[in-house]
């Protein structure tokens, strides 16, 4: 995507995290640890989660611009890995979560090596067209348990020691994991390896003549996504105590690029937003059946019709600073 | 009776068969994608979804106004066909002069509205649709039973597929079609309405998936996901064949659906993921596509 980045907004600072940054990080903290005394920590639990895959998502297509419509099966298939890994190895909580982590990180390389490829539309398609074949084998494979999912994940504890079966106690390894991955994918953006990302996405030519080798370049971001959108799937199983195909559907696909483009790609904050925003739709529309899929299809729509800067990125624009 | 690898002849025809009525979607689905990308130069995300739509059409005129299967098979894409029209009026038009993956979008978004209408009123379970009196039972071949109506399947599917190569490669429309894919610009500049073109060209993509919606409507049940993980295939087909020749599309279609068939019989288990395997080895290959053109 091209037009991600508003013309206005003032250009990076070379060094360091801006103050306001800074500021809404901090403010972010505070509340999400205030959170779980206020609202049901699943809930607050599932959001972080899915804010995390929105933040790997974006990181590929905000700024490497790169279209995958195929997250699901990085998503899906660490929540799997780590699901089995926590009941069936009998792993601690985080080393089921790495697990998870390093095989969607496996995948995402693979899958990435093949999908680099080609460009624009075909990105899309082949990454989309990867990511059914994944699905199928998740529903084939004897380890996923067909339709059925894992269930009944053992939350574990903690290094052995510290048990996550209270919800609070649960909430704040997630919380450490997600809040932790969000910044990491900041750095990683305001990064020298970020900076060519933006070049590569804004002339991919002209980042060639320059020497970089994009198509590595491409694969490792390409694999980074994958990875910190297995470590949001990873710690959803452990949250839910279930890997299910619905994680690996291509719905799930769909519903990290719907919560990137509403929250505004190509910004720091905007996934999270997006994220925040779809889940607690979700929440509150559960009961009304096939309308969630109708009012995620009309904001797909009026979003690009009407709103392709997302919240965030109309908030940016207002401030003129870049969020 | 002979043997192949000790697989009854039967047994294999039987799925030779089932596979070319596969492809035969395919080849229709994905020349409709290749017809609306050569000149939009967007990938139709809710083709899936139409092709849905047409095979409801088709259900509803029956159920509703008692129009049986041989007028549906012209009304139906022509509705279809409207909606495409609509569609593209007072939405994709203005995304033109954006990147193109906007309009993968905004077509993910509308496939998700059509399936999720549908999905409330008729809920997932199918609609069943009569096969049409002219069209059923079957031929006895000696070797193997020909339902009818799987033969005319093939066959209808064939002359949309021809007929749609022929007025793009041999009409005087076809070939200011082919100008504009080139060149828009230069077109208009010749007098041709070139949006009024783009508009029926995306209608006409459409009402070919409205076309195979009626086809499929009295094999498969009628029913609003018949479409979503059809779609998914079918762009495997597009990317294993690249959407540059409309002849390329058509015979990557049938050729895909056919291998599909031979997986089913001699590695059940991997005939539903065989043409994502091809497409891997496709994009190790020649990632631009058995037909495509390298860019």
């Known amino acids: 995507?091209?037009?991600?980045?508003?013309?206005?907004?003032?250009?990076?600072?070379?060094?360091?995290?801006?103050?306001?940054?800074?500021?809404?990080?901090?403010?972010?903290?505070?509340?999400?640890?205030?959170?779980?005394?206020?609202?049901?920590?699943?809930?607050?639990?599932?959001?972080?989660?899915?804010?995390?895959?929105?933040?790997?998502?974006?990181?590929?297509?905000?700024?490497?611009?790169?279209?995958?419509?195929?997250?699901?099966?990085?998503?899906?298939?660490?929540?799997?890995?780590?699901?089995?890994?926590?009941?069936?190895?009998?792993?601690?909580?985080?080393?089921?979560?790495?697990?998870?982590?390093?095989?969607?990180?496996?995948?995402?390389?693979?899958?990435?090596?093949?999908?680099?490829?080609?460009?624009?539309?075909?990105?899309?398609?082949?990454?989309?067209?990867?990511?059914?074949?994944?699905?199928?084998?998740?529903?084939?494979?004897?380890?996923?348990?067909?339709?059925?999912?894992?269930?009944?994940?053992?939350?574990?504890?903690?290094?052995?020691?510290?048990?996550?079966?209270?919800?609070?106690?649960?909430?704040?390894?997630?919380?450490?994991?997600?809040?932790?991955?969000?910044?990491?994918?900041?750095?990683?953006?305001?990064?020298?390896?970020?900076?060519?990302?933006?070049?590569?996405?804004?002339?991919?030519?002209?980042?060639?003549?320059?020497?970089?080798?994009?198509?590595?370049?491409?694969?490792?971001?390409?694999?980074?996504?994958?990875?910190?959108?297995?470590?949001?799937?990873?710690?959803?199983?452990?949250?839910?105590?279930?890997?299910?195909?619905?994680?690996?559907?291509?719905?799930?696909?769909?519903?990290?690029?719907?919560?990137?483009?509403?929250?505004?790609?190509?910004?720091?904050?905007?996934?999270?937003?997006?994220?925040?925003?779809?889940?607690?739709?979700?929440?509150?529309?559960?009961?009304?059946?096939?309308?969630?899929?109708?009012?995620?299809?009309?904001?797909?729509v009026l979003g690009v019709l009407l709103f392709r800067e997302g919240i965030v990125g109309v908030l940016s624009r207002w401030l003129k600073r870049p969020l | 009776m002979f043997e192949l690898l000790g697989i009854p002849p039967q047994v294999l025809l039987g799925q030779l068969l089932l596979g070319l009525i596969n492809g035969s979607f395919y080849a229709v689905l994905s020349l409709g994608l290749a017809v609306i990308f050569g000149l939009l130069n967007i990938i139709n995300f809710s083709h899936g979804a139409q092709y849905m739509m047409g095979a409801f059409v088709a259900w509803m005129l029956l159920a509703y106004l008692g129009i049986g299967y041989w007028w549906a098979l012209i009304a139906s894409p022509l509705i279809v066909g409207a909606t495409g029209l609509l569609l593209e009026r007072f939405a994709l038009s203005r995304l033109y002069k954006l990147d193109h993956l906007y309009g993968l979008l905004l077509t993910f978004g509308v496939a998700l509205i059509i399936q999720g209408l549908f999905r409330n009123y008729y809920g997932i379970s199918g609609q069943p649709y009569q096969i049409p009196d002219l069209l059923s039972g079957g031929q006895n071949l000696g070797f193997m039973y020909l339902p009818n109506y799987r033969a005319w399947v093939v066959v209808a599917s064939v002359i949309a597929c021809l007929g749609t190569w022929f007025m793009i490669e041999k009409t005087r429309l076809g070939a200011y079609l082919r100008a504009a894919t080139e060149n828009p610009v230069l077109v208009g500049a010749f007098g041709i309405n070139v949006p009024r073109m783009i508009m029926l060209t995306y209608a006409f993509g459409v009402a070919l998936a409205g076309f195979a919606g009626v086809l499929a409507a009295p094999i498969y049940s009628v029913n609003p996901n018949m479409g979503a993980d059809l779609i998914i295939v079918v762009f495997a087909v597009v990317v294993i064949g690249g959407m540059g020749s409309i002849l390329g599309a058509i015979v990557t279609g049938y050729g895909l659906g056919l291998i599909e068939g031979l997986t089913r019989v001699f590695y059940p288990e991997g005939s539903a993921v065989v043409i994502f395997v091809i497409m891997a080895i496709v994009l190790m290959i020649k990632p631009e596509g058995l037909f495509g053109r390298a860019n």
């Open chain 1, 1 to 300: 995507m091209t037009d991600t980045t508003p013309d206005h907004v003032p250009a990076q600072r070379a060094a360091g995290m801006p103050p306001l940054h800074k500021a809404l990080f901090a403010a972010l903290l505070v509340l999400l640890i205030v959170l779980p005394f206020v609202v049901y920590p699943i809930f607050a639990m599932k959001v972080m989660c899915f804010a995390l895959f929105a933040a790997a998502f974006n990181l590929l297509l905000g700024f490497g611009g790169l279209l995958s419509f195929g997250h699901a099966a990085y998503f899906g298939g660490a929540s799997y890995v780590a699901a089995h890994a926590a009941k069936v190895w009998g792993f601690t909580p985080e080393l089921a979560v790495l697990t998870g982590t390093a095989a969607a990180a496996l995948l995402g390389l693979g899958i990435g090596a093949l999908a680099i490829r080609r460009q624009g539309i075909y990105f899309a398609m082949v990454t989309l067209a990867f990511a059914q074949m994944f699905y199928f084998f998740a529903l084939q494979a004897e380890f996923t348990g067909g339709e059925d999912g894992i269930q009944a994940v053992p939350r574990g504890d903690l290094f052995g020691a510290i048990s996550l079966h209270d919800n609070m106690a649960l909430y704040f390894f997630v919380l450490a994991i997600t809040f932790g991955g969000i910044l990491f994918l900041y750095r990683i953006v305001h990064s020298p390896f970020g900076q060519i990302l933006k070049a590569i996405r804004e002339n991919e030519p002209r980042a060639i003549s320059l020497g970089y080798s994009v198509n590595r370049y491409k694969l490792i971001v390409f694999t980074l996504s994958a990875t910190f959108a297995g470590l949001a799937g990873a710690t959803k199983s452990l949250v839910f105590q279930l890997a299910s195909l619905t994680d690996v559907h291509w719905s799930m696909s769909g519903e990290v690029v719907l919560m990137t483009l509403l929250g505004g790609m190509g910004t720091v904050f905007g996934p999270l937003v997006g994220a925040t925003v779809i889940v607690t739709l979700q929440n509150y529309l559960a009961t009304f059946g096939a309308w969630v899929t109708i009012i995620q299809g009309v904001i797909f």
